[in-house]
């Protein structure tokens, strides 16, 4: 049996961890700690935070010898070894680790050794010494008081755990038990209206894909703060971060957007129990966590993931259909305002994940698209093709649903480009036309003509970049189009920081550059750069002065005029829209 004992020092940020096991031959043993957590496609480099580490050979001091960033090797020696080592924990996230005097939280993979050679034996993880009170929170199997066991290392770090001060809402969802553990520190709020809303988004995923569900039990671990997002998936729970105020207040009647964005994480983290967890690209069948591993299907399963993470709020009826479209218009907005869907196709963003998307820097809106967001509207595009083509005998539903019975039956990873395969093979459809375009190229999606068959207009506008995009009641003439600075900037007390220049526009024309600070604009000091903007024209000329690298410098911008990339949706026919977005909730799938 391996054991990984964990004891806290929390005031350091110290895990104190024990790795026991016996080695029954003389040989060395190689323990691996990853280098990345699956979910979020980066390498983290975890071994770094290892402060202090040390063996033991039937319990005297023996030699441990690293061989590698993250890889050590005992002496080959027959009997009980202890490897003794201490992490640093102090990275407030969901897919790391963190320990203060008030809480504790972490995910497996980035603390626990793998043995080589060994990862499918039995492990044990024991957790002592906690602080009085401490409660515990996570659905790996339990043993014993604070004693968890699994089969394999794989489950081990599958199962994220939140210690500390916490609140729990419990619900079931089609006969299975459901929690949301609440921690940190937060305002009052509708418990009621958070558990029934999320136990209806919970049902309507559950009644779109075939019994049996991926999990007996499922965790929702949702740590509030200040300014927090962000969620990572696991097989029978998720962790994740989400700002104090987005909790429901009492007397809330339509879900405020705020609320809306917390919502919709819950939504997405737990579509992920089928759609990654489950159904996956081979490259993740087995996940190897020293490297990288590539797949150019992550719009598959993060991009159909975020189209149907807010499907799901209106087909749960959570939000309204209106809520929904604007929603949407605001993430066509997104991907429209960013030049590097002109640049970087579905798969090539999926591909570079690694060291793009996760990496993205000051010049990532004129290079990149997300996978995420692009790979949204692709999902949308493809679902109300499929339905149109079939005459609404299918759609994407159709195709998930069999995916899911195909990893029911196989347990096997969906290799490159075999998704496209499988989808035209559910549906019958030819839809090769289809994923070339939007796989493979920077050609635009066909949004307004898919949107139009379920009832839904699409028109854009040369509003400010401020304005998002939205639901209008009719379409409307073309409005004057705004001034436009071309550049993205974070406004301080007396100051405004460029962060982004885009290609193009009149900061990049004026020869500014990321992390100026403009100071005046027209002899004027700048304290609101976007109320000034709101109060320009395109073609007014700008004096401005800026700081770069402490030498004060001064150039001449002209405002240019805001390109037609603000998305405006409006209802055309309603029975056609309510349809789509709410015609199949109930029906549960066989």
Not at 237 to 249: F, K, V, Y
Request: glycine content about 6%; some cysteine.
């Amino acid at each position: 049996m391996i054991t990984h004992t964990l004891s806290p020092e929390p005031k350091a940020h110290y895990w104190h961890i024990t790795l026991t096991f016996t080695q029954n031959a003389a040989t060395s043993a190689v323990l691996k700690l990853a280098n990345w957590v699956p979910g979020s496609y980066t390498i983290r480099d975890f071994a770094r935070h290892i402060v202090e580490i040390h063996a033991e050979h039937n319990g005297r001091p023996a030699a441990l010898r690293q061989t590698a960033k993250n890889t050590w090797q005992t002496e080959a020696l027959e009997g009980e070894w202890r490897i003794r080592y201490t992490v640093y924990a102090y990275d407030l996230s969901v897919r790391a680790s963190y320990l203060t005097a008030e809480r504790g939280f972490f995910d497996g993979a980035c603390l626990l050794f793998a043995l080589e050679g060994r990862l499918n034996e039995t492990q044990t993880l024991v957790l002592e010494n906690l602080p009085e009170n401490w409660q515990t929170a996570t659905t790996l199997p339990a043993v014993g008081k604070n004693t968890f066991q699994t089969a394999s290392y794989g489950e081990l770090i599958d199962h994220p755990i939140e210690l500390g001060y916490i609140e729990t809402i419990a619900f079931q969802a089609h006969g299975i038990p459901h929690r949301i553990v609440l921690s940190g520190h937060y305002p009052d709020f509708d418990r009621q209206r958070l558990r029934d809303d999320v136990k209806r988004i919970c049902e309507t995923q559950l009644a779109l894909f075939p019994a049996p569900s991926p999990f007996a039990e499922y965790l929702f671990l949702l740590h509030l703060g200040d300014n927090l997002y962000g969620g990572l998936e696991h097989r029978s729970s998720t962790a994740l971060h989400a700002d104090r105020n987005s909790l429901p207040p009492h007397g809330l009647t339509d879900a405020n957007p705020a609320y809306t964005e917390l919502l919709g994480l819950f939504s997405h983290e737990y579509f992920h129990a089928w759609n990654v967890k489950s159904v996956k690209p081979a490259a993740f069948a087995p996940y190897n966590l020293e490297r990288e591993n590539h797949t150019e299907q992550l719009w598959a399963f993060e991009g159909i993931t975020a189209y149907y993470d807010d499907l799901i709020l209106a087909r749960s009826r959570v939000i309204p259909p209106e809520n929904y479209l604007t929603l949407l218009a605001k993430n066509i907005t997104r991907v429209r305002q960013n030049k590097g869907r002109l640049k970087q196709t579905l798969a090539q963003s999926s591909y570079t994940a690694w060291h793009k998307y996760y990496k993205a820097d000051e010049n990532a809106p004129n290079a990149l698209v997300s996978y995420y967001q692009q790979g949204a509207l692709a999902a949308l595009c493809l679902d109300l093709l499929i339905r149109q083509k079939s005459s609404g005998a299918h759609s994407l539903d159709t195709v998930m649903r069999q995916l899911y019975r195909d990893w029911l039956a196989t347990q096997r990873g969906i290799e490159e480009q075999q998704w496209q395969t499988r989808c035209q093979e559910i549906t019958g459809l030819d839809l090769a036309d289809f994923f070339q375009m939007a796989l493979y190229t920077t050609d635009e999606l066909p949004l307004a003509d898919c949107l139009h068959t379920v009832g839904i207009g699409l028109q854009y506008a040369p509003l400010p970049r401020s304005h998002g995009g939205g639901l209008i009641g009719a379409p409307i003439a073309p409005p004057e189009p705004a001034a436009d600075l071309g550049a993205r900037f974070t406004q301080k007390t007396d100051h405004a920081v460029l962060t982004h220049i885009l290609n193009g526009g009149s900061a990049e024309n004026a020869a500014l550059c990321p992390q100026d600070k403009i100071t005046a604009v027209n002899g004027r000091a700048c304290t609101n750069l976007a109320a000034l903007l709101a109060d320009s024209r395109p073609d007014d000329i700008w004096q401005i002065h800026y700081f770069r690298h402490g030498i004060l410098h001064q150039t001449v911008l002209t405002l240019q005029a805001a390109a037609a990339e603000t998305a405006l949706l409006y209802i055309e026919d309603e029975d056609k829209l309510r349809r789509w977005l709410l015609g199949t909730v109930w029906q549960k799938a066989v």
